[in-house]
């Protein structure tokens, strides 16, 4: 609910209430974000702003910005935080100072063209600044909700003067929360241990998550989880700072002593230059911020729901998702069709719906040192081309799926031939390689242009369900020379926008086909990527008892469904671990379920398991693309990993767990559930237990006595 009348504003969402005011000087102050106020007490809150804001008769009260709690900071005007925007003006000026001019309210969210956006909202409120030295308008948007924790934000930065401003720096957004001292959670990691939680304090100073990666990176995740004091997963205030973005981010939280904290983010600021014409407007991406005082879980919960309700595809997001078997861990590059074949029959009797062919059909990609950005099968390994796997499929009753990495090209293969000057460069400068491959520079048109018809070929000419869209290595170089040189800092923005671009152009072109993103080699997990693909493979780490931290991580910030899991061999190829097949599939059950193996080599006890875990799965999936999270318990603070899934009308939850490591006389621990109807009566089926929601949430269940990496998977029905 929004109310405002050109002086005060009121959001209020489910739980949260966020206040701003105008000052007597035309400033827009900001009063609260925290747990819900009324209409009424706007006036208190602006009588105490009133304290601190400036005052007109004051000779010196530019010097009051400082400890005024502002909306969108300041530059070289009294306002000594981190800037959240800096406007170079021709003469090299870029004071700022920005006053309030007008408000609007519409319906609904506003559609953010080009970039990845909420779908859908309540309502938002837009507020217009305009700096007090220049021909600078800023329009900060505020999408609110009655139903949902959290608050949409953007800015949209204006020049309304003639003469071109160089943008050196333009955040979404600034949040202030009140005096306190406060932790901060980060999704931190490296390839194969993406997302790992890591809680500790805010020192003073600026403490900043940012990727120079021009992706949302292995390294941290584009999220920021504010702690209030005592929050804990299950109780206490926190706060979700999450950007829409999938380039390269900045988030900052800067606390000076007895002070608030100050939150900002966006579009990082290194490198970054943007050329704003007279007239022209630049958009920020969106960030999500979210309020919980039932601590982290409860936050997650509400980003889920957000995520669910309003950024992801609604055609997919609650669709069953195709239960797959992906032949990379299975052959890598060593294939051809009597390799295929078997895994592919195995599937169709294990119940499999999808075979999802990886790296190495087209081109010359026998290895990967060539072929990338050749979209074009290569009949000597596949003969008869793709038709030949696809009607193997067919035949079983299975469908088709089929993997590109659309931005990239290997040095060794005939687009980079015919088009050197496609692939990020810059003459008399080598490369840098990874992977031996370079990225296209997505910043041309006629390059995403290029890749959208090729890669759209075959998706037209040939039967295919799903695509598993890759991204193997971050950028460097950061140059085009489709771009004079004042204009260079455009690059990674521009780079982000064209991946939007053709995402949003094959989504569009073939909305039969699910597109799953792909975290494995590049890192990109993120809201943005989200919006155009309703899940994405969450990491080349599918170890039984890795992937359940990674998991457990992901979740703080992104839903189940969003995350695909497999089921792969042992030893693991990344950690040589041997777990149960049990539990890899248990843990691959959190997720949109697959497998990652050679089928036809498994035993026949692996074999008839994967026919149950099929079986089960089917039967838990809505559950899981649709239900309430809890986390139960942690893997990274004990021997145990736990999480539940609730049906929103809590009739059904189904709980997954995993002993990680057992010591000596560990029995008698408890499992506490969560999120059940505490006067209904469950069925455990697994356990032969039939108790009532408060007894399962208060007195607990006994865990299990298991080996190293043993685990369980229960379901419980509400009988009462
Ligand atoms: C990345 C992905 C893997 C696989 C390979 C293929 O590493 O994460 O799943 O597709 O690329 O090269």
Redesign the pocket.
């Given at each position: 609910m929004i109310l405002a009348d050109g002086k005060r504003f009121l959001l209020s969402g489910k739980s949260y209430g966020y206040a701003m005011a105008v000052t007597e000087t035309g400033f827009l102050q900001h009063l609260h974000y925290g747990g819900k106020i009324t209409e009424r007490d706007l006036d208190y809150l602006f009588a105490i702003g009133a304290t601190v804001a400036p005052h007109k008769d004051d000779f010196n009260a530019d010097m009051a910005f400082d400890s005024m709690l502002g909306e969108y900071g300041f530059y070289a005007r009294g306002d000594y935080k981190e800037p959240t925007a800096i406007f170079e003006r021709r003469d090299g000026a870029s004071m700022t100072r920005l006053r309030y001019r007008a408000y609007r309210t519409q319906k609904g969210a506003p559609a953010v063209a080009g970039m990845p956006h909420a779908r859908s909202g309540g309502e938002t409120l837009i507020i217009t600044l305009k700096d007090d030295f220049s021909e600078i308008e800023v329009d900060l948007y505020y999408t609110a909700s009655d139903d949902s924790d959290v608050l949409v934000r953007n800015a949209v930065v204006r020049n309304t003067g003639r003469e071109a401003v160089m943008l050196k720096k333009a955040f979404s957004f600034r949040a202030e929360l009140p005096n306190g001292s406060y932790r901060m959670m980060r999704l931190a990691g490296t390839w194969a241990q993406e997302r790992i939680p890591e809680i500790a304090p805010i020192a003073h100073g600026v403490t900043r998550l940012h990727t120079l990666r021009g992706a949302s990176s292995h390294n941290t995740n584009p999220f920021m989880g504010i702690l209030t004091e005592g929050c804990t997963e299950e109780r206490g205030e926190c706060y979700g700072v999450q950007l829409v973005y999938s380039g390269a981010f900045a988030l900052t939280a800067e606390w000076c002593k007895n002070g608030p904290l100050t939150l900002q983010g966006g579009i990082n600021d290194v490198g970054f230059g943007w050329q704003l014409n007279g007239g022209e407007t630049f958009v920020t991406p969106q960030t999500l911020l979210t309020y919980s005082y039932e601590g982290l879980g409860g936050m997650s919960r509400s980003i889920h729901d957000f995520l669910r309700e309003k950024m992801i595809d609604p055609a997919y997001v609650y669709r069953q998702r195709p239960i797959v078997v992906?032949n990379?861990?299975a052959t890598?590059f060593g294939f051809d069709n009597e390799k295929l074949f078997p895994i592919i029959d195995e599937a169709a009797k294990l119940g499999i719906d999808t075979f999802v062919l990886?790296?190495?059909w087209f081109g010359a990609r026998r290895n990967?040192r060539a072929g990338l950005g050749d979209w074009f099968v290569n009949e000597d390994v596949l003969k008869g081309g793709l038709k030949t796997v696809i009607d193997r499929c067919k035949k079983n009753g299975m469908k088709f799926g089929l993997?590109f990495?659309p931005e990239m090209v290997n040095e060794d293969s005939d687009l980079f031939r015919a088009h050197p000057d496609w692939a990020i460069c810059k003459e008399g400068v080598e490369p840098c390689r990874c992977?031996n491959q370079l990225v296209l520079d997505f910043t041309r048109k006629e390059v995403v242009d290029y890749v959208f018809g090729t890669v759209g070929k075959v998706l037209k000419e040939n039967d295919i369900s799903y695509v598993?869209w890759?991204m193997?290595r971050n950028i460097t170089e950061c140059f085009t020379a489709a771009l004079p040189a004042e204009r260079q800092g455009e690059f990674m923005h521009r780079y982000i926008l064209g991946v939007y671009d053709l995402a949003e152009r094959l989504t569009g072109a073939f909305p039969n086909v699910i597109f799953e993103g792909?975290?494995?080699?590049?890192g990109r997990f993120d809201a943005g990527m989200l919006y155009y693909f309703p899940q994405i493979?969450t990491?080349?780490d599918t170890d039984g008892y890795e992937r359940a931290k990674i998991q457990w991580g992901t979740s703080v910030c992104y839903p189940l469904s969003a995350m695909s899991c497999h089921v792969s061999v042992c030893p693991n190829h990344q950690t040589q671990r041997t777990t149960p097949f049990q539990t890899r599939g248990n843990i691959a059950s959190l997720g949109a379920f697959g497998y990652?193996l050679d089928l036809s080599k498994m035993t026949d006890e692996e074999k008839a398991l994967a026919k149950l875990q099929v079986e089960a799965y089917r039967r838990t999936a809505e559950l899981v693309l649709k239900g309430d999270l809890y986390r139960l318990k942690n893997p990274l603070e004990g021997d145990y990993f736990c999480m539940s899934v609730v049906s929103k009308d809590k009739s059904e939850a189904y709980v997954v767990g995993e002993r990680t490591h057992g010591n000596p006389c560990d029995y008698n621990q408890y499992l506490y559930l969560r999120g059940l109807d505490a006067d209904g009566l469950y069925e455990i089926e697994e356990l032969k237990i039939t108790a009532s929601g408060k007894a399962l949430m208060n007195a607990g269940l006994l865990l299990p006595r298991l080996p190293d990496f043993g685990s369980w998977a229960w379901h419980l029905k509400q009988v009462r």
């Open positions: 992906n990379w861990e890598y990886d790296d190495g990967d993997w990495e992977r598993k890759d193997n792909c975290a494995g080699g590049g493979w990491s080349d990652e």
